[in-house]
């Protein structure tokens, strides 16, 4: 069992920046890869950002690239989330979530990923 722990959520302003830490309990997490996803109030959950395995490709949703960069720090079992430039529409629930890495497979879709954190509050004023 896994377990993920998100810190660094809180209230910005906009064209501010924040970063989202991730920590996991195991120590293979070089072996996993990480999803970033969001939800806002009344609204889906959303893909973010992933990396994948041990430092390898990230990817982002549209709506933040260039904004967003997802690292890892395996040594620390840590992954993060910097966003900067922030808007008011970013503003949601933010998770982290991971999931053994076997391959190719759908990163930007929740079903995906074995374990979830508990989600940060993330709120950005206008």
């Known amino acids: 069992q896994v377990q993920l722990v998100e810190s660094g959520g809180g209230l910005v302003e906009a064209g501010g920046s924040l970063r989202l830490s991730c920590a996991a309990s195991?120590?293979?997490?070089?072996?996993?890869?990480v999803g970033w996803f969001r939800q806002a109030p009344g609204k889906e959950r959303e893909f973010v950002a992933a990396?994948?395995?041990?430092?390898?490709?990230?990817y982002y949703a549209d709506s933040v690239k260039g904004r967003f960069t997802t690292t890892r720090d395996n040594a620390k079992n840590t992954a993060y989330l910097q966003m900067n430039s922030l808007k008011p529409e970013d503003t949601a629930v933010y998770y982290c979530a991971a999931v053994y890495y076997r391959g190719t497979y759908s990163y930007a879709d929740l079903k995906e990923y074995t374990y979830w954190g508990q989600g940060t509050q993330v709120t950005v004023s206008s």
């Open positions: 990396i994948i395995r041990s430092g390898g490709s990230t």
């Open positions: 195991v120590r293979t997490f070089s072996w996993y890869s």
